[in-house]
């Protein structure tokens, strides 16, 4: 950690406990209050303790320092949120204030917020001039020239003020594909100890591409020509390279691990709107529907010999199995447990009300109480009969991926054409791959979008027999 970074946090404090201060005596003078010194004495200590407990906590001084104003308006607004209820908080529970003093309080909480945004603009704008003079640049050597290398240059020029400047570029070995300007590319790898004899060099940023990072000898070559030189460096792992786009990095007291498979859902307030959309949707679904239910399952006596519903085991989330509900549609069905048998084209098994239930997919409703007891979503991917599961699990790599969230009465692979049979390759890469694609890419109005199609587009009756 440089010098400057143990300073600026201290400096920062200071600045806003300054304001703090100007902030409480400006709204006693304005408000002309002359009483209560000793609790309005005390209030402002509890303000300044607030304040750098609750700083501490989210870490206000540690990140953002060197960001632009509208990140620091952004991490200070949130911060002051917070010190604003708890302040609120603390004096109204701890202090029996009358009416003008809790004027006092609201107004000096304005105060310091106003005053601090300006404060903050003024101070970004003086130490960014500062740190844009030359005497203040930090010379930087790049190991990589690919797309991390690209992602580094990229934020040093949108960043000037950071006081960054690349000196050049050195390739890992000589089959790397340059992605930076060529004009900086100052040769190989093995040319670092003599560039870092002859040159100034102040950091080092390996932004190496996974598959050359595994040869974990050349990293240790460059950190430990670094440590000869007394220069500082930085790391840029390849995280995209390694787990792909969908990760996130975790921070949990002193343990820091990667989350490989980070979806939309695994969000908090994703997997909340999803669950309560299912539940009012589905609610509302069976209330609505009713009479529909009703008449069906009179139809479905009255067609042919049988129970009103066909109710087999289907491979839910994370694997485990659930019985689904769907309205008989034929004279002799499957087993509920181990069916292996796929409906055929003009299947003689199929009855009349049957033919024109599984038409217009109407033999599917029942499954609103398989979400409204929570076993499935609206949207989501179509659940399989075990044997598929397992032939497609052994077909496709990510296939099993589809089983992290719950499965759907509907899905993107429905509504753009395909369901019904898994028989040949482009039909089981392609149900699969837009399965995927849906949880990859989920949002609520995605889902919205798929029970629009579901009821009033074409291809979601495709193939229905």
Same mark, same amino acid.
């Given at each position: 950690?440089?010098?400057?970074?143990?300073?600026?946090?201290?400096?920062?404090?200071?600045?806003?406990?300054?304001?703090?201060?100007?902030?409480?005596?400006?709204?006693?003078?304005?408000?002309?209050?002359?009483?209560?010194?000793?609790?309005?004495?005390?209030?402002?200590?509890?303000?300044?303790?607030?304040?750098?407990?609750?700083?501490?906590?989210?870490?206000?001084?540690?990140?953002?320092?060197?960001?632009?104003?509208?990140?620091?308006?952004?991490?200070?607004?949130?911060?002051?949120?917070?010190?604003?209820?708890?302040?609120?908080?603390?004096?109204?529970?701890?202090?029996?204030?009358?009416?003008?003093?809790?004027?006092?309080?609201?107004?000096?909480?304005?105060?310091?917020?106003?005053?601090?945004?300006?404060? &903050?603009? #003024?101070?970004?704008? /003086? %130490?960014? @001039?500062?740190?844009?003079?030359?005497? +203040?640049? =930090?010379?930087?050597?790049? *190991?990589?020239?690919?797309?991390?290398?690209?992602?580094?240059?990229?934020?040093?020029?949108?960043?000037?003020?950071?006081?960054?400047?690349?000196?050049?570029?050195?390739?890992?070995?000589?089959?790397?594909?340059?992605?930076?300007?060529?004009?900086?590319?100052?040769?190989?790898?093995?040319?670092?100890?003599?560039?870092?004899?002859? &040159?100034? #060099?102040?950091?080092? /940023? %390996?932004? @190496?591409?996974?598959?050359?990072?595994? +040869?974990? =000898?050349?990293?240790?070559? *460059?950190?430990?020509?670094?440590?000869?030189?007394?220069?500082?460096?930085?790391?840029?792992?390849?995280?995209?390279?390694?787990?792909?786009?969908?990760?996130?990095?975790?921070?949990?007291?002193?343990?820091?691990?990667?989350?490989?498979?980070?979806?939309?859902?695994?969000?908090?307030?994703?997997?909340?709107?999803?669950?309560?959309?299912?539940?009012?949707?589905?609610?509302?679904?069976? @209330?609505?529907?009713?009479?529909?239910?009703?008449?069906?399952?009179?139809?479905?006596?009255?067609?042919?010999?049988?129970?009103?519903?066909?109710?087999?085991?289907?491979?839910?989330?994370?694997?485990?199995?659930?019985?689904?509900?769907?309205?008989?549609?034929?004279?002799?069905?499957?087993?509920?447990?181990?069916?292996?048998?796929?409906?055929?084209?003009?299947?003689?098994?199929?009855?009349?009300?049957?033919?024109?239930?599984?038409?217009?997919?109407?033999?599917?409703?029942?499954?609103?109480?398989?979400?409204?007891?929570?076993?499935?979503?609206?949207?989501?991917?179509?659940?399989?009969?075990?044997?598929?599961?397992?032939?497609?699990?052994?077909?496709?790599?990510?296939?099993?991926?589809?089983?992290?969230?719950?499965?759907?009465?509907?899905?993107?692979?429905?509504?753009?054409?395909?369901?019904?049979?898994?028989?040949?390759?482009?039909?089981?890469?392609?149900?699969?791959?837009?399965?995927?694609?849906?949880?990859?890419?989920?949002?609520?109005?995605?889902?919205?979008?798929?029970?629009?199609?579901?009821?009033?587009?074409?291809?979601?009756?495709?193939?229905?027999?």
């Amino acid at each position: 950690m440089s010098r400057l970074s143990l300073i600026l946090p201290i400096f920062y404090f200071t600045v806003d406990a300054s304001i703090l201060v100007v902030a409480f005596s400006g709204s006693n003078y304005l408000l002309n209050r002359n009483h209560h010194q000793g609790l309005e004495w005390t209030a402002l200590a509890t303000a300044i303790s607030l304040w750098a407990v609750i700083a501490y906590v989210r870490k206000l001084y540690q990140s953002n320092l060197n960001n632009g104003f509208t990140p620091r308006v952004i991490s200070y607004s949130k911060t002051y949120l917070i010190f604003a209820i708890a302040l609120l908080s603390v004096t109204y529970l701890t202090f029996d204030f009358p009416l003008e003093v809790s004027k006092e309080l609201l107004s000096f909480v304005l105060v310091f917020l106003a005053l601090n945004i300006i404060v &903050n603009y #003024i101070l970004i704008f /003086v %130490i960014t @001039l500062w740190r844009r003079r030359s005497e +203040n640049i =930090k010379y930087t050597l790049v *190991i990589g020239v690919g797309d991390l290398a690209v992602k580094i240059s990229n934020y040093f020029d949108s960043n000037p003020d950071f006081g960054f400047r690349i000196k050049g570029y050195l390739k890992s070995n000589g089959k790397e594909e340059s992605k930076v300007n060529s004009t900086k590319v100052i040769g190989h790898l093995r040319d670092i100890k003599q560039y870092l004899s002859d &040159n100034p #060099i102040d950091e080092i /940023v %390996i932004a @190496l591409p996974y598959k050359s990072a595994r +040869n974990w =000898k050349k990293i240790k070559n *460059i950190i430990d020509q670094a440590d000869l030189n007394g220069t500082r460096v930085s790391y840029l792992p390849d995280y995209k390279g390694l787990f792909g786009n969908n990760f996130k990095i975790i921070h949990d007291g002193n343990l820091h691990a990667v989350n490989v498979r980070q979806l939309p859902l695994d969000e908090f307030q994703a997997a909340i709107e999803k669950i309560i959309f299912d539940f009012v949707f589905s609610g509302l679904a069976l @209330l609505l529907l009713s009479p529909a239910l009703i008449l069906i399952s009179v139809l479905i006596k009255l067609d042919s010999p049988g129970p009103v519903f066909y109710c087999p085991f289907r491979v839910g989330r994370g694997g485990k199995h659930f019985k689904i509900f769907k309205f008989r549609t034929m004279y002799e069905n499957d087993r509920a447990a181990g069916g292996m048998r796929s409906t055929l084209i003009n299947d003689p098994r199929i009855t009349p009300v049957g033919r024109v239930l599984r038409k217009y997919n109407l033999d599917e409703l029942p499954q609103f109480l398989n979400v409204f007891l929570g076993e499935m979503s609206v949207v989501g991917p179509r659940p399989h009969r075990n044997f598929l599961n397992q032939q497609m699990k052994e077909h496709l790599d990510k296939y099993m991926l589809r089983h992290y969230f719950k499965p759907g009465i509907t899905g993107w692979a429905q509504v753009n054409g395909w369901r019904g049979p898994t028989e040949t390759e482009l039909q089981i890469s392609q149900r699969t791959a837009h399965d995927l694609w849906y949880i990859e890419n989920w949002s609520f109005l995605l889902d919205l979008k798929i029970v629009w199609m579901t009821i009033f587009s074409r291809s979601a009756y495709q193939n229905a027999f």
